[in-house]
């Protein structure tokens, strides 16, 4: 594709979780549309090593910065940066997160469910909350949200209480930054991803717990058909917004869990 015909050409982009997986892969498709991005996660090295070889396979501009999303003084001082480097954004995804393997309700620890909240759900607040201060400020004013929901945004596995509860508020936060944003031309939409293919996973293959109680594998989709659809939310101008979009293992048993 020619360098003017890329969607990203001459913009900025923020992915949280930026140094592996599905915001890896994200990233690196960003990168390829032109957009200059900047990674983030709590593990430097993870995230030079990844911004080094981002970059040496799509030819763009690839800034790793370490911050700590779930620490509002972190996140503060990641804008910061973005905005003395750059002094914009453009897109900001929100893709970082973690969960526990699967655990009874009652036998979740407050950490566990602590620690949970603060990587999934405060941190994507936190973010929002320094995108949009960015976005309303900068001329030209405006910008781009897009929130990885997860299918847990809508139907939970069995003993997951906190991963779920925390994605199904992750579709709250998008539909009030969506609403806050609209007359500051900052769009926000989420995209509810179903068995991408990473370390986190992996599982998937030898077998996980079913609604029924029953223990099965399910299929996976590379983490390029995600990065794709990411893109393409991306590329839209700022009047045209995807709220919500599903990307899921097409045989995954989703449709009519439980």
């Known amino acids: 594709m020619a360098a003017e015909e890329r969607a990203g050409e001459g913009r900025i982009a923020l992915v949280t979780g930026g140094g592996t997986g599905i915001g890896r892969g994200i990233a690196e498709a960003l990168s390829a549309e032109g957009f200059s991005v900047v990674i983030t996660g709590r593990r430097a090295e993870v995230l030079e090593a990844a911004a080094r070889e981002i970059a040496g396979r799509t030819g763009g501009s690839v800034r790793a910065v370490p911050a700590d999303i779930g620490d509002p003084a972190s996140v503060q001082a990641l804008f910061g940066e973005i905005e003395n480097a750059y002094g914009r954004l453009d897109l900001l995804v929100n893709n970082a997160g973690m969960n526990l393997p699967a655990v009874p309700m009652e036998e979740i620890t407050f950490d566990q469910w602590?620690?949970?909240?603060?990587a999934n759900l405060t941190g994507a607040f936190l973010c929002t909350q320094q995108a949009m201060r960015l976005m309303k400020a900068q001329r030209p004013r405006g910008g781009r949200i897009i929130n990885n929901g997860s299918i847990s945004a809508t139907t939970p596995r069995p003993h997951q209480a906190p991963y779920t509860a925390t994605k199904h508020a992750i579709t709250g936060l998008t539909k009030s930054t969506a609403l806050e944003g609209r007359p500051f031309d900052i769009?926000?939409?989420?995209i509810d991803i179903g068995n991408a293919s990473t370390d986190m996973t992996s599982r998937m293959n030898s077998g996980v717990l079913q609604a029924n109680g029953e223990v099965a594998a399910e299929p996976t989709i590379p983490v390029a058909h995600v990065?794709?659809?990411?893109?393409?939310?991306?590329?839209l101008p700022l009047d045209a917004n995807v709220l919500n979009m599903t990307v899921m293992a097409t045989k995954m048993p989703l449709v009519g869990r439980g």
């Open 114 to 118: 602590s620690a949970i909240v603060s």
């Open 187 to 190: 769009a926000c939409g989420q």
């Open 227 to 235: 990065a794709r659809a990411v893109v393409y939310m991306a590329s």
